[in-house]
């Protein structure tokens, strides 16, 4: 399985991006899946997870309301939708995939859960 993670960009406060994290392979479709960001000087935080059949997501409390993490498995393809942004939101984005656990009904909060990493896209909000 390898990872793409693409959408990134621009964008002034109040604006919106949508961020895909493409997988190839079928089998990316039993995989728990999350969204991190890091910004520079700072660790890299859970932004959104979602369980392998996106029967159940998570939001990190600051971006709950705004975001939401969404997947059509028949598309390999994992979303983030990014309302309301704000210039905190400004980071490398980063998609993962935990393959050790396929068909795990639980989504993964953890960055150490997650053992497959796409290489980032830089979202950056201007005030």
């Known amino acids: 399985v390898q990872l793409q993670a693409s959408g990134g960009g621009l964008v002034q406060a109040g604006g919106s991006l949508r961020l895909s994290c493409a997988a190839s392979g079928r089998a990316f479709s039993i995989y728990k899946v999350g969204w991190f960001r890091q910004a520079p000087g700072k660790e890299r935080d859970i932004v959104a997870a979602?369980?392998?059949?996106?029967?159940?997501?998570y939001h990190a409390d600051s971006v709950k309301g705004r975001f939401t993490i969404s997947r059509d498995n028949a598309k390999s393809t994992v979303y983030l939708q990014m309302n309301n942004l704000k210039p905190e939101d400004t980071a490398v984005y980063y998609c993962?995939?935990?393959?050790?656990?396929?068909?795990?009904?639980?989504?993964?909060?953890?960055?150490?859960?997650?053992?497959?990493w796409g290489q980032g896209t830089q979202v950056t909000v201007s005030s």
């Open positions: 979602i369980n392998f059949s996106g029967s159940r997501t």
């Open positions: 993962a995939a935990d393959r050790r656990n396929p068909g795990d009904p639980t989504v993964g909060y953890l960055d150490r859960e997650y053992d497959y």
